[in-house]
């Protein structure tokens, strides 16, 4: 929305609802804002087209599909050059663990979030995978105690 008009109030409200609750309906969403339904479909439809709202999605329980065990890993690579740093992450975005990935100012290099079903698969992806890349000059994993606060 770099070119048109700055957000206004109902907007910012439009995006509050949608963000608690991406599956209201239009009429639901105008109630809440205040608007009939119409002039809030436009207000979504122009949000969406100007690449405010990026998408929809369904937020999963990690437990339910195997994936219980989260790390956040720092890691430090060799590489300086555009092409070897392009190649890591290129390789590392492709591994179906990796739920976040990161490149970082100052150290470390990148941040990843890694999720798996347990300890042992945990192991795998850190052996078989991530220490094996010739880029990776440290790893450091960080197991989570408890999550306190997560967003979509």
Sequence with gaps: ??????????????????????????????????????????????????????????????????????????????????????????IVAAFEEVVEFRRMYGRPDYFIRVAVADHAAYEAFLTGRLSGLPAVRRLESHLTMKTIKTSP
């Design 1 to 90: 929305m770099s070119n048109e008009t700055p957000l206004d109030a109902i907007d910012r409200e439009i995006i509050f609802h949608l963000r608690q609750d991406g599956r209201l309906t239009n009429v639901e969403l105008a109630k809440r804002v205040g608007l009939t339904a119409p002039p809030c479909l436009r207000r979504v439809k122009r949000l969406e087209e100007s690449g405010v709202i990026a998408g929809y999605r369904a937020v999963i329980d990690p437990e339910a599909v195997g994936r219980g065990l989260e790390v956040l890993i720092d890691v430090e690579i060799y590489a300086q050059d555009r092409k070897s740093f392009e190649e890591f992450e290129s």
